[in-house]
């Protein structure tokens, strides 16, 4: 198996983006299994170009996408992206796309396919928190969350993708009070450990992993 992981570029104003360097510190062979590792830039649109052409290129059999999610206690997979771009903050090259549709002719939205139950089982069997997320927000993450589905859907048929949403790194915090982090060795530890999942899992596992709000 060809595992695709991709990487956002810092943004927002931080120096550093966890999710880039997680995915730079993953093993190259994870279970048997080849790990290519691609940075995409936070930018709407573009994002998805760099990673179609990167499936293009590798053929991988998944893609797995990684965002930063500052404020985010936990390791959060993602169950669904939606068909829209509200940027609250412009993106790295200044759009601010409101209330357009990822792709005019796609679906409201897509389930990621991806055993997301095992993926958070997995994570916390290493003692580290996680939870499944309902929501990649509606800037880039979801954006890529969503575009990666419906090129699957329509260009790539029989891949599968999903995204995880990671905290904040301990240096990006110091100066906020009461922001969650997590180290970076920890974050690499959960990556693995849901891709191992990824690797090893058939039929995804049946339990809770809703929420009330």
């Known amino acids: 198996m060809k595992i695709l992981v991709t990487g956002f570029d810092p943004f927002g104003g931080e120096p550093i ?3 880039i360097e997680t995915v730079k510190r993953l093993p190259d062979t994870i279970a048997g299994s080849q790990i290519i590792k691609l940075e995409v830039p936070t930018v ?4 998805l170009r760099v990673i179609d052409e990167a499936i293009a ?3 991988p059999d998944v893609i797995l996408s990684i965002g930063q999610a500052g404020g985010r206690s936990d390791i959060t997979v993602e169950r669904v992206g939606i068909n829209i771009d509200d940027c609250r903050i412009p993106d790295n090259e200044g759009n601010q796309i409101i ?3 990822v792709y005019p002719d796609g679906p409201a939205a897509y389930f990621v396919t991806l055993p997301i139950k095992s993926m958070v089982q997995k994570i916390q069997e290493k003692g580290i928190p996680a939870s499944v997320s309902n929501t990649a927000g509606t800037f880039v993450c979801n ?3 969503y575009g990666v589905c419906h090129l699957v859907a329509t260009k790539y048929p029989g891949k599968r993708s999903g995204f995880i ?5 301990p240096q ?3 100066t906020q009070k009461d922001m969650p982090s997590m180290s970076q060795d920890l974050m690499v530890e959960a990556i693995t450990a849901a891709l191992e999942a990824i ?3 058939v039929e995804d596992i049946k339990v809770t992993g809703g929420a009330t709000h």
């Open 17 to 19: 983006n966890p999710a």
């Open 44 to 47: 709407c649109h573009k994002s």
């Open 57 to 59: 290129k590798y053929d």
């Open 99 to 101: 209330d357009e549709p």
């Open 143 to 145: 954006h890529v969350t």
């Open 165 to 169: 949403h990671i905290p904040f790194l």
């Open 172 to 174: 990006q915090v110091i």
């Open 199 to 201: 690797i090893e899992t």
